[in-house]
Each structure stands twice: as structure tokens, then as C-alpha cells.
């Protein structure tokens, strides 16, 4: 039956007030009219006053097989009743092996090791320090400098939050930043402010700075890795010009660094592919992946590490009973999860549902730059993928405002989008339907103009 959740005396406040603090939200503004949903079934949420809402953004870019997948809960409910729990540490699970050995399959070239941990934002930090350690393994412990690069995102835990470059992100921990981090410049280049599909061809090349003042300035031979998102997704969705990722390769390889994609947002998919790393053809030393490697249900993340840094590590002079990478999570493999993971990636690759969201991402890229490109206050579109960002101007003084308020009506009108600063984006699963998109895309134009 309906709850009220809209009403100040609903089921799960006390004195009008929800009494969950939500991340990454404007808590006092939630306060006012709490969004609970209840239920969720292919690309649908029914909230908890009974209205259904279009999932536009595979629920923050985890779902990518659509809500309560059956396979997926299946295996959940099967592990439950054979395997709860098991320690993690000194001994393992079946499912937990055999779910890497399929991420594994799934990712690059020699990217063959897998560490689990439950989170992108562990996953973030578990690559940071497998790099510390690699490095001092082969005796260049004074690698310790990490590159990240402006508005990335990689989570936010220390480690993750300190290479980020999120600004909002950093803005009240400074004191705690790691110390020797450096970023390197933005991909964005509003003369490509509208890309559908391809990537851009930039006339400067943006890894000029990279090589020619910030190495220089910390010397290639202190820098332990560099990390970055493929398509920069928490920022708003933004590409990479042509070859960036390959000449970013192409440096690191020059000077012994680790290259680290975080995947959590592109891996499983996203572009068509199982990584970002197959889209672009370059292969890093370390990816990172978490939300679509169980389609949401269960927490998992993990870091896959190239054999050559695995062998590294086990090439210690030490006994047999020394433990080679201090480092792990109790739920590192949880069964549970795992077996999330394995049918996921099952049903991914039963369902062929990466070559769909190759299919379906031209039918999300026609339709938003044909019916939003024209509308008050657009200023770039773009779409590769299975996503697509619309970025707006912001009202002067106001970031994020118009962002926040066209998200609010369009959740309102039945359609989750995801506002980041004042860009507007949609993820949808790869189930999407030619009349979800255009329900998103109608939903979302009548905002903009509506709250111009
Ligand atoms: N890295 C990237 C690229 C992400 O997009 C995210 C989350 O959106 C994270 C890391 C952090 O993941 P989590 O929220 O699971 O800690």
C-alpha cells in the first residue's frame, strides 16, 4: 500500500525529520520533502507514496542490468543458504574465485590478480598503496609521488580523495590530504563542448603540462602512479580527446610509472565494452572497478593488477609464512558478494548486454543533442556510450542551483537524473528501451525550459 512518505509524520521520521543523514546531499533541503523509494523492477522505482520513477542513471551508475535482475537476486538468495560468511584472510570462497577469475577473463592483456575490497573509494586506496608497495618491492621505495588530475574522482577516502580533484570534495580536509600528490589539467575544451559519440580532436595537446612541468617539477623517478577515469564521470561525463590515454601510457612507460584506470564508473559495460580500457585500446597496470560488478545489489569493489606487479610482490626474500601486501578488508571476496558478482557477469555476458548498450548509446546520443541542444542555457552535450551529460550555465553566484532544481522537477515528473555541479546526466541500464530514453530525454527538455 502507499506510504505517505511525503508527509512529515511518515513511517520513517520521528518529528518530521528522517533521521538517516544522506551522503552527498543537501540534507536540509531533503528534509523538507524526503524521496524514499521501496521498490525497483527493471528501470523502474516505486516510491514510497506509490508513484514510479524512470531510473535514468542505473541508480548512480551501478544497475546496469536493470533493476532486480532474477538471475542476480537468485544467486544471492542460493549463497545466502549455502555460504553466509567466511574470513577472508589466510583462506578464501569458491565464489569469491571464481569471481575473479571472470573479472579477470573480462579484463586486458595481463590484468590477471584480483583484491577485492566493497567500495570504489577502497578500491581507489587499495590501488595507491599497491603501487607504494610495488615499488619498494623492486627497491624504489622513493616512488611516492601520486598524479591524479583536476576534477577526477576517485572516492573518498584519504588516499582517493587526496589524487581527486573534485574541489567541493577536498575544500574542508586539507589538512588531511595525502602530501605529495600533483594534479594534471582537465580534459575539457569548450571548443568540443558538444561530442557525440567520437571523441575530440584537441589542437593543443593537454599532456604538454604533464610532461614539461609537473614531472620536471617532482622528477619522474619519485612518481609512483598516476590515476584517471577513462571518461571523467563524476565531473559530468567528460571525454578524452583523441589518443590522450594512449600518449598517457606512453609517458608512464618512459619513466616506470603505474597507470591506474579508475573503471568504476566506465568497467561493465558502460561504453560498450567490458572496460574502457578495451574501448580505447590501452591497457593500464592496475583498474579499478566496483558498482556494476554486481549490478548494484551487494557492495563490492576491487583492484586487477597486472602479473608483472603481482610477481613483484611475491618475490620477496622472505620466509614462506610472511604476508607480502599488508593490506585487505574482512569483507574483502565476501561470499555473498561474490556470488552477486559471478551471476552478474554471467547475465552481462549471457545477455550480451554490453554489445546492447553499444546499441542503444547512439539512440541516447541522437536524442539528447536532437531535442536538448537548442534549449535555454545548454551549453555542451556530451555523449559517448551508454551516458550522456547536458552542461548548463550556472545562475551567477548560484552553482549547481539550476542543476539541483531541474533535477528536483524531474524527479517529480517520474525520471531520476543525476545533477554534478550544473551538469545534468543520464546513465541508464543497457535494458533501456527506445521509449525510456525518450521519456528521459522529453522529461528532462521540459525542465530546462520549464525552470529557465
Ligand atoms: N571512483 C570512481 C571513478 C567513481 O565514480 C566512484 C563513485 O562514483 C568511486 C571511485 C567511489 O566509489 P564508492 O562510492 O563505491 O566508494
Known sequence: APLPADKPQHPYARAGTVHQWLPFTPNRDFQRQPRV?????????????????????????????GHRCAPINAAIRDQLEMLDYSTAFSMTNDRAVQAAGMIAALAPDDLNKVLFCNSGSEAADTSLKLALAYHRARGEGHRCVFIGRERGY?????????????PGNRKAYGAAMLPRVDHMRFIHDPAHAFIQGELPQWREDPLLDLEQRILPLHDPSNVAA????????????YVPPQGYLQRLREICDKHGILLIFDEVITGFGRLGTAFAAQYFGVTPDMLN?????????????GVVCSDRIYDTLMQVDQPAHAIEFFHGYTYSGHPVASAAAVATLQHYVEADLFARAARMAPVLGDAMHSQLRNLPHVTGIRTLGMAGAVELQG???????????????????????????????????????ETHIAQMVDTLGEAIRALA
Open 395 to 433: 545562475i551567477a553566484g548560484s552553482p549547481g542551483k539550476r542543476a539541483y532544481e531541474i533535477f528536483l522537477r524531474c524527479y517529480e515528473n517520474g525520471v531520476l537524473v543525476r545533477n554534478a555541479g550544473d551538469v545534468l546526466v543520464f546513465a541508464p541500464a543497457f535494458i533501456a528501451e
Open 154 to 166: 576517485h572516492g573518498v577516502n584519504f588516499g582517493g580523495m587526496s589524487v581527486g580533484g573534485i
Open 37 to 65: 523509494v521501496v521498490q525497483a523492477s527493471g528501470m523502474h522505482f516505486t516510491t514510497s507514496n506509490g508513484r514510479s520513477v524512470l531510473d535514468g542513471v542505473s541508480s548512480l551508475w551501478c544497475v546496469n542490468a
Open 226 to 237: 598516476i590515476i584517471v577515469e577513462p571518461v571523467a564521470g563524476s565531473a559530468g561525463w
Open 289 to 301: 572497478f566496483a558498482k556494476g560488478v554486481t549490478n548494484g545489489t551487494i557492495p563490492m569493489g
